[in-house]
Every structure is written in structure tokens, then in C-alpha cells.
């Protein structure tokens, strides 16, 4: 470790530093790549409508003709359009209509969220992540990239899927576990129960990995871009090392997730799972260090209703 990562370990509670891929034994790596060999991929109408949001030809009834195929999709829209997150004050049924009033980006998160609990975890995702909460979050997050990128950015939409994508890492670690045990093969500390002050170093505890290692390889598994792989696995390199570690072209996009996510779990959840980014992730991207001064009143007020649209959506079939 330099001495400017040894100066960013002094500064968390326990001087504890997450552990990078390239520090990862790569017996275990190897391990859990092949688990993820066998990982249902993303459904197809979450692949389909994260393409098409992209493309400015696309129309709200194509989109709805792909979210069609899939009933969880349809009633979480459905369900998210007439709760009080929009606040229409008529029964809404009609799918196209839906997709026109909420808007293409909201179709793609919802979408994402709803592929990711479907495909990967139900209502506890391995005892160590409740599937609700965990929906709230990364929805959260989008909301928090949103703001903070500016809508009429032409990346907004890349940055939101980002937010969407970039904890896919935990709805895998607990199946890693799952399959580890059933092949007999023992990963690192997988009995030790300690409390530890943050959620990265209890799972390098009982996994040998963290859920931002996990997830850039299963984004690399799901052919996802190489923007998202490094930047879901960077995207927690902010509390923990210093800018020149993450590579020059994804060091704004790592730094606004990092914040992003920060965000979400400070001020909505009122408990922090990481130490604060460092301020040099603030500064390229010109953003006041005090977070709360970057939650604005129509923040605060999208995060009220995303909680309550959450505590109604379904998650399994």
C-alpha cells in the first residue's frame, strides 16, 4: 500500500482497507467465475428495454410490447403509476399509457429492478440482504445520479442503469456461498460471525470477496460494457483509495455512483455501510463535500414516495 492509500486507511473508523481484485487469491477468483457461469442471465425484456431507451426511434408502444412479456414488469409499472409516487387521481391500466406518463427512464429502472430481484434473490437475499430494502436502494440511487448529473445530460441514462446496476455483486454472493458449499470447497473465513463496522469487510470475512469484485465479473459474465464492469467494481474505491487508483476514463463515473450511493445509505436509510469518498472524487466533479447540502426538497420528496412504492411492489412471482 503507497502512502497516500495508508493516509485514506487512517482516516476510516478502523483503519481497515476493502480489498482490490488484483489482491484477490486467484484460486478463489477463479471459483467464482465458474459460479457464475451457470447465473441466470438478465431476462430478455430487461436486456431489450435497456437497448432501446438509447435509441431516440424508439416508441413508448414498443417498449410496452417487450414489458408485455413480462407480468411482474407489467404490475410493478402499473402498480408504481397509481401509487401515490405519481399522485394521478384515476385508476390506470392501460400499459402504453403507463410507459408514456412515466417516461422511458423510469421503465428501464423499474425494469432492472424488478429482472434483478426476479432472477437473483426473493424476499431475503441469503440472510444477509433483505430483497426490499436492497430494491429501495439501488432505485434510490438512480434517483440520486439523476439529480446529480443533470437530467439533460446525453449520459443521464447510462448513469442511472449504472446506479441501477452497480450492487448486482449482492444479489450473487449469497449465491456463490450456496454452490460453494454444495461443491465442498471452502472460501476464505466462511465461519466467522464477528460484527464489523461495515458491510465490505464483513463480506471479505465470510466470502474472501466483496459485492463490487463479485459484481464487475458477473458484469463481464453478462456482457455488459466495459464502462460498467470497471465502474461497478471500482465503485467503492472512493472511501478507500485514492483518485489515481480508479483508471482515468471512468474516474467521474465511479466518483458520481460512489457519492450517489453514499447518499442513499446516509440520508435515506440513516446509517452509513462505507466511510465518505475522499474529496478529491468531489472536486472533479465540482460537488460541495457536505452531502447534505446536495439533497434538494424534490429529492427529499422522491425518496419519501420511492419508499412507500417499494414496500407495495412485487418481487416474485
Not at 438512480?142 to 449482492?170: A, F, P, Q, R
Request: proline share 4%; net charge negative; hydrophobic share 40%.
Amino acid at each position: 500500500m503507497d502512502n497516500t492509500q495508508s493516509d485514506m486507511a487512517q482516516n476510516t473508523e478502523n483503519q481497515w482497507v476493502m480489498t482490490r481484485k488484483e489482491d484477490v487469491n486467484p484460486k478463489l477468483l477463479n471459483i467464482v467465475s465458474a459460479v457464475l457461469d451457470i447465473f441466470p442471465e438478465l431476462p430478455d425484456s430487461v436486456q431489450k428495454i435497456m437497448t432501446m431507451v438509447y435509441d431516440p426511434k424508439t416508441s413508448s408502444r414498443e417498449i410496452a410490447e417487450i414489458a408485455a412479456a413480462d407480468p411482474v414488469l407489467v404490475s410493478n409499472i402499473l402498480r408504481k403509476l397509481n401509487s401515490a409516487y405519481y399522485q394521478i387521481d384515476r385508476k390506470i391500466e392501460d400499459i402504453n399509457f403507463a410507459i408514456i406518463v412515466m417516461g422511458f427512464n423510469e421503465i428501464r429502472d423499474l425494469a432492472i429492478q424488478t429482472g434483478l430481484v426476479k432472477k437473483l434473490g426473493g424476499e431475503m437475499i441469503g440472510g444477509e440482504y433483505d430483497a426490499r430494502e436492497l430494491s429501495a436502494h439501488i432505485y434510490m440511487v438512480s434517483i440520486c445520479v439523476e439529480e446529480l448529473s443533470g437530467k439533460n445530460s446525453k449520459d443521464t441514462g447510462i448513469l442511472m442503469s449504472l446506479g441501477m446496476l452497480h450492487d448486482i455483486g449482492k444479489f450473487a454472493l449469497h449465491m456463490i456461498k450456496t454452490h460453494e458449499m454444495r461443491l465442498g470447497i471452502e472460501m476464505k473465513g466462511s465461519s466467522d460471525q464477528k460484527s464489523y463496522a461495515t458491510l465490505l469487510q464483513h463480506e471479505e470475512s465470510v466470502y474472501g470477496v466483496n459485492h463490487a469484485i463479485v459484481g464487475g465479473i458477473l458484469a463481464e459474465k453478462w456482457n455488459l460494457s466495459d464502462r460498467f464492469q470497471k465502474v461497478i467494481e471500482y465503485h467503492h474505491y472512493p472511501s478507500f483509495y485514492p483518485l489515481d487508483s480508479v483508471p482515468s476514463q471512468y474516474r467521474e463515473d465511479v466518483a458520481l455512483i460512489s457519492i450517489a450511493d453514499y447518499m442513499a445509505n446516509s440520508l435515506i436509510f440513516s446509517h452509513t455501510l462505507i466511510p465518505q469518498p475522499h474529496p478529491s472524487y468531489f472536486k472533479i466533479l465540482g460537488f460541495d463535500t457536505n452531502v447534505e447540502n446536495l439533497v434538494t426538497p424534490a429529492l427529499h420528496k422522491k425518496f419519501a414516495r420511492v419508499k412507500e412504492f417499494i414496500s407495495n411492489i412485487v418481487l416474485v412471482d
